[in-house]
């Protein structure tokens, strides 16, 4: 069943974010001197990043903007059946304008509401870029991995992922759910929490010594690291995660698992140790604290 | 030319027993080989015990290495003694205490004591360690030096020690394919720098980093990684100041023949690659 469900599956790939900021200079300057993220100068969005062979993986849209998550969706006549799912099961979608499609880089996109109320954009045709990544900074950064989202309601947030977008769950930890759409253990993460938002925003380094060169980079640079360094049972993968400007938490990650196609999802029990294995603990983002709703 | 085979035992005097062996079970993770209410056998792998404490003066510290047999003892005895250096025949009941069949002792040109040991006991029974730390084994040992030129002459032309690299004129020594055996540390006098275990794997490292660190045990130095070794490791205090290192994936030099010693500059990122800094421990400051 679930071999089936990947080759129908219309999530080809997490293609970018867009992180809505009141100060854009500020975040700017954190994308490139901090993250290490190349600017990409154009006509359309000020605030453009790469970081990888995709024209983009992050935009910082001005405040008046909602954040949101980019999924490539495999092509039209798959958009078209999602669409049509969604409506039927009472998700809010609509046609992206072409200013908006434009501005994000894509062919078409469908603006999707999940049942939290966190903004999904469903894209045909996101842009690749003609010219080599060329980082701001060493910090060793192979591409955007992942995102963890907050869910009000994980049930009909997964209906969403699994059901309409063909993601699989991969395991859990608690109610915090893995979600594959590739070959690897998760590219989205819904997290319980009493909000909409993201929870934070993964970018893949090169291995380990680079996840803890910038452990110290970023403590030299009086930079609150909120988890971290440490390592993910779930996933095995090393991350460090740390406070950006204005509320967003970044993330670099390294060693994250392929996922088999017979892998079942395990059940990890709520706890720090479920969440990091070296011992590391969050104190200062909810979601990521361990403990049972509040 | 005394061969050094191995590195044998570190013994080290304790100020307190009891807080050397809570210290080595709960935080360093060792075994308990033997105890005596004057001295304590750690064990850390298949040998009857790399690190030994004894009710007497933290001061009083000594590096054991193992030599071939007992005709390459009277050799080394021999030589050391046309070399002005004095020797001690271990007698029996130190022999006993070292559990080994024989030794010779005498200081290196820095003043630190140095056992030269034939047949150090292994144990029948396997290694079980107090908690879960990874340790596979005692590897190294870092020594003073207050010459380190002189000592590295020491070490490689009386002994058979080689230099694998330099951080400026600190010389990381091999005895076999092992990266380093013998570490020199600049210092004001004799003395061991600190003991290293080696470990499983990074995951063990970075899990002693929290678990040491909620146990409010000092850490040194690190989570790092070593340029010089490529062995990624932590640093921490124990009783009397010793300073105790894990690491895991220290470089084998495998080529004897073509291998040549690195420079590495005399600075921080040549102990640390991945930016970690010492506090709290004699090494090169920015």
């Not at chain 2, 390459?72 to 559990?99: F, I, M, N, S, Y």
């Not at chain 2, 292994?122 to 730390?133: I, L, Q, T, V």
């Not at chain 2, 409010?216 to 205090?237: E, M, N, Q």
Request: negative net charge; contains cysteine.
């Amino acid at each position: 069943m679930s071999a089936e469900l990947s080759s129908r599956s219309p999530a080809e790939q997490l293609c970018y974010v867009r992180l809505a900021v009141s100060q854009p200079q500020i975040a700017a300057a954190f994308a490139t001197e901090i993250l290490g993220l190349q600017h990409v100068p154009n006509e359309l969005e000020p605030f453009l990043f790469r970081s990888d062979e995709r024209y983009h993986t992050l935009c910082l849209a001005d405040g008046t903007q909602r954040s949101s998550i980019g999924i490539e969706i495999t092509d039209e006549p798959e958009l078209d059946r999602v669409a049509k799912d969604l409506t039927r099961n009472g998700f809010s979608a609509r046609e992206a304008t072409t200013e908006e499609c434009a501005k994000r880089f894509v062919r078409r996109a469908l603006i999707v509401e999940d049942a939290t109320g966190n903004e999904i954009d469903l894209v045909l045709r996101p842009a690749r870029s003609g010219r080599r990544y060329f980082p701001s900074r060493d910090a060793g950064i192979t591409g955007l991995q992942g995102v963890g989202l907050c869910s009000t309601a994980i049930k009909d947030d997964l209906e969403l992922w699994t059901a309409i977008l063909g993601a699989r769950v991969t395991d859990r930890v608690g109610e915090v759910t893995y979600l594959g759409i590739d070959q690897k253990h998760h590219r989205v993460v819904l997290y319980p929490s009493d909000r909409a938002g993201l929870v934070y925003v993964s970018y893949d380094v090169e291995s380990l010594d680079a996840v803890m060169q910038n452990n110290y980079f970023v403590q030299e640079r009086q930079i609150k690291i909120v988890h971290g360094p440490g390592r993910e049972p779930a996933s095995g993968q090393i991350f460090l995660r740390f406070a950006g400007p204005e509320g967003y938490v970044f993330s670099y990650g390294y060693g994250l698992r392929d996922i088999d196609a017979r892998h079942r999802p395990q059940q990890f029990t709520l706890e720090a140790s479920s969440l990091c294995e070296w011992g590391s603990e969050c104190t200062d983002i909810a979601e990521l604290q361990a403990t049972e709703a509040r | 030319m005394i061969e050094l085979k191995d590195l044998s035992y570190v013994r080290l005097g304790a100020s307190s027993l009891e807080d050397a062996e809570s210290f080595a079970t709960e935080c360093l993770g060792l075994q308990v080989g033997e105890q005596s209410g004057k001295a304590l056998y750690l064990r850390s792998d298949d040998r009857a015990h790399t690190l030994c404490y004894f009710e007497g003066d933290p001061a009083d510290q000594t590096v054991g290495f193992e030599v071939e047999d007992e005709s390459k003892l009277g050799g080394a005895a021999a030589t050391l003694d046309q070399l002005g250096h004095p020797v001690h025949a271990g007698t029996p009941t130190e022999c006993a205490l070292r559990k080994v069949k024989a030794f010779i002792g005498f200081k290196d040109p820095t003043g630190n004591q140095i056992e030269l040991v034939v047949r150090p006991e292994r144990s029948g029974k396997r290694y079980f360690a107090s908690r879960n730390a990874g340790i596979t084994g005692f590897s190294h040992v870092g020594l003073s030096t207050t010459n380190p030129t002189r000592d590295e002459q020491f070490w490689t032309q009386v002994c058979n020690a080689r230099v694998s690299d330099r951080i400026g004129d600190i010389a990381l020594m091999r005895v076999n394919a092992i990266h380093h055996t013998i570490a020199l540390a600049p210092g004001r006098g004799p003395g061991i720098h600190h003991v290293n275990h080696q470990v499983e794997s990074n995951d063990d490292v970075l899990r002693s980093y929290y678990h040491l660190s909620d146990q409010r045990v000092p850490i040194v130095f690190g989570p790092g990684r070593h340029p010089t070794s490529g062995a990624r490791f932590l640093y921490f205090k124990g009783p009397d100041g010793m300073v105790f290192e894990y690491s895991v994936g220290v470089d084998e030099i495998e080529d004897e023949a073509t291998h040549r010693p690195r420079q590495f500059g005399f600075e921080p990122t040549s102990l640390c690659m991945w930016g970690s800094r010492s506090a709290g421990m004699p090494l090169p400051k920015s």
